[in-house]
């Protein structure tokens, strides 16, 4: 079965920066994507960025491109979310998660996904 755990959060003031980690194991199929949400108080989940196993295809929503960065390590089973420039409204609880075989790219529904991570808050203080 496949686990992913997730880690990285914490409290950062407005333009710093975080890493998120996302270390899965158990994938049984070559081809997977892992995307990472978020959920802000009262607010719906939603996807903010995605990583294919099928030739590291990356993703980002809009309100997030060209701040966040995601990237894997194979080596490590590790997929990260570098988040730069971070505003107050990035604050939430973040999720990673994994769907394997045949999925829509990118996979930015919540549905979609089969496994997902226990989260890992993030705070951006103004």
């Known amino acids: 079965e496949v686990q992913l755990q997730a880690s990285g959060g914490g409290l950062v003031q407005a333009g710093g920066s975080l890493r998120l980690s996302c270390a899965a194991s158990?994938?049984?199929?070559?081809?997977?994507?892992i995307g990472w949400f978020r959920q802000a108080p009262g607010k719906e989940r939603e996807g903010v960025s995605w990583?294919?196993?099928?030739?590291?295809?990356?993703y980002y929503a809009d309100s997030v491109k060209g701040r966040f960065i995601i990237s894997s390590d194979n080596a490590k089973s590790t997929v990260y979310l570098q988040m730069n420039s971070l505003k107050p409204e990035d604050t939430a609880v973040y999720y990673c998660?994994?769907?394997?075989?045949?999925?829509?790219?990118?996979?930015?529904?919540?549905?979609?996904?089969?496994?997902w991570g226990q989260g890992t808050q993030v705070t951006v203080s103004s």
């Open positions: 990583f294919s196993s099928s030739g590291g295809s990356t």
């Open positions: 998660a994994a769907v394997q075989g045949s999925y829509d790219w990118p996979p930015r529904r919540t549905y979609e996904y089969d496994y």
């Open positions: 158990g994938f049984t199929r070559l081809d997977y994507a």
